[in-house]
């Protein structure tokens, strides 16, 4: 059973570009989460998903940031216009419906030249 | 806004000794997990504790959540190198919604 995916695990944008990035949950998983860890700081939470649904986007900046979980494919987390401050590891994690315990995925560690 | 804090924040030891870590807060936690994360990796899963007073073993590991649900430690017997790691202590407050909140971890090193 595949673990959770994230791709690309590495990714480098200008200040100004786009940058989208990937979560596939695990098999069966319906809930996905993601978070942000910046430098010298812990893993912040960002968004909580279901399938065609947000359900928490408490923890994301409201501009340049979106977030999205069809219900075919995977979870995209969108940053548009990209500034320095938004380098970071962005990790993604998923849970079956009804459990607590959330498995993550390797990160994309995003850096904005 | 519940916290986590974490001690100590970084730990250097000798291989075949003994320690712990602690994970503290002033609000109560429905469950509280446990991860370890390498460098350039995401958090892996060690344990999940969701009872007051819990206990679980998971090989050379102890993992016990405090009575009130508000603490938590992580006791690690005979370290190895191979225990070297990142440990993440992250908890969730309940109710429908699972986010969780993290603490800033203990680095651990241990040295061969």
């Known amino acids: 059973n595949a673990g959770v995916m994230q791709n690309p695990r590495h990714l480098v944008r200008r200040r100004g570009q786009e940058a989208r990035l990937r979560c596939s949950p695990m098999?069966?998983?319906?809930?996905v989460y993601w978070y942000r860890q910046l430098p010298e700081e812990g893993l912040k939470f960002m968004v909580y998903l279901q399938k065609e649904n947000i359900i928490d986007e408490s923890g994301m900046p409201k501009e340049r940031f979106s977030a999205e979980f069809p219900k075919e494919g995977p979870s995209i987390l969108r940053i548009q216009q990209v500034v320095r401050g938004d380098s970071a590891a962005y990790f993604c994690?998923?849970?079956?419906?009804?459990?607590?315990?959330?498995?993550f995925g390797p990160g994309t560690r995003l850096l904005v030249l | 806004t519940q916290l986590l804090e974490q001690s100590p924040q970084f730990l250097s030891i000798q291989e075949g000794e003994n320690l712990t870590v602690y994970c503290n807060s002033s609000s109560v936690f429905s469950s509280l997990q446990w991860y370890r994360q390498e460098p350039g990796e995401g958090p892996v899963l060690l344990v999940t504790v969701v009872t007051g007073g819990e206990v679980k073993k998971l090989k050379r590991l102890t993992f016990q959540f405090g009575d009130a649900r508000k603490d938590s430690s992580l006791h690690i017997t005979a370290a190895q190198p191979g225990d070297t790691g990142l440990y993440l202590c992250a908890g969730d407050s309940g109710g429908s919604n699972y986010k969780l909140t993290f603490g800033k971890g203990t680095l651990l090193t241990v040295n061969p």
């Open positions: 994690a998923s849970s079956p419906q009804g459990w607590k315990t959330q498995y």
């Open positions: 098999k069966g998983h319906s809930h």
